[in-house]
């Protein structure tokens, strides 16, 4: 499923689209936001999807929209892939949704050659990306693929942190499934856009806080931190 449109986040370039929404010819909804996460690396943000925060934990990401979290598929101490995050939360003033946000391998999104090479020149040091569905038993493909929407979270380390680009793809599946463009429209509305827009910008904001600080304590049997004074 790899594109050129996906390929471009492996580009540190500025796109046309960073932070903001738009309309697809599909109907599609493009969903694009840039966080900068001060004093974070692209580890410490594909560390936390495998630690795998339980409710309490989940509203600490975002203490306005969170609600509840559980987890199911496959689960493993080493990645993240394969898992399903069982979630249920608000988007910005918009009523409480159930999803299910299942994590791919990137070679799914990505050529695997141009996502090597991006990782080894430092371009990505951290990949989250996955099939959503608003639901909580999502409609699947044979093979458990859950149909929905997708999402992309690339991570790239600077100087002061990471810069995050979180890209969101509503109603992906829609029009492989015989919806019309303004079929897909009506249930990947311009407002749930912007309320996207801004529950992602806060939920990464609010997870930059306290992850720093959190991952050196759940590593300091393998990574001592230095003391401050």
């Not at 109907?27 to 690396?41: E, I, K, Y």
């Not at 979290?69 to 399903?84: D, F, L, P, R, V």
Request: contains cysteine; aromatic residues 12%; negative net charge.
């Amino acid at each position: 499923m790899a594109n050129n449109e996906f390929g471009a986040l492996l580009d540190p370039m500025p796109l046309p689209l960073e932070t903001g929404y738009e309309r697809l010819a599909s109907g599609v909804l493009h969903v694009a936001v840039r966080t900068d996460m001060h004093n974070c690396t692209g580890e410490m943000l594909e560390w936390w999807f495998r630690w795998r925060c339980d409710t309490q934990k989940y509203i600490w990401w975002h203490p306005v929209d969170h609600i509840s979290s559980t987890w199911q598929g496959e689960i493993s101490a080493q990645t993240h892939i394969g898992s399903e995050h069982v979630v249920t939360e608000c988007f910005s003033g918009l009523p409480a949704e159930d999803l299910v946000i299942q994590f791919r391998d990137p070679t799914e999104f990505f050529d695997g050659v141009e996502y090597a090479e991006a990782r080894a020149s430092g371009a990505v040091t951290g990949a989250i990306v996955g099939r959503n569905a608003h639901s909580h038993n999502p409609t699947r493909l044979a093979d458990g693929s859950v149909l929905g929407g997708r999402l992309l979270h690339i991570a790239r380390d600077t100087e002061w942190g990471t810069a995050l680009r979180s890209h969101f793809y509503v109603g992906y599946d829609l029009p492989a499934l015989g919806h019309s463009p303004n079929e897909v429209t009506e249930q990947a509305t311009d407002r749930f856009g912007q309320a996207l827009v801004q529950h992602a910008y806060d939920e990464f904001t609010f997870l930059s806080r306290f992850l720093p600080g959190l991952f050196l304590a759940e590593h300091r049997d393998v990574r001592l931190p230095r003391p401050p004074w």
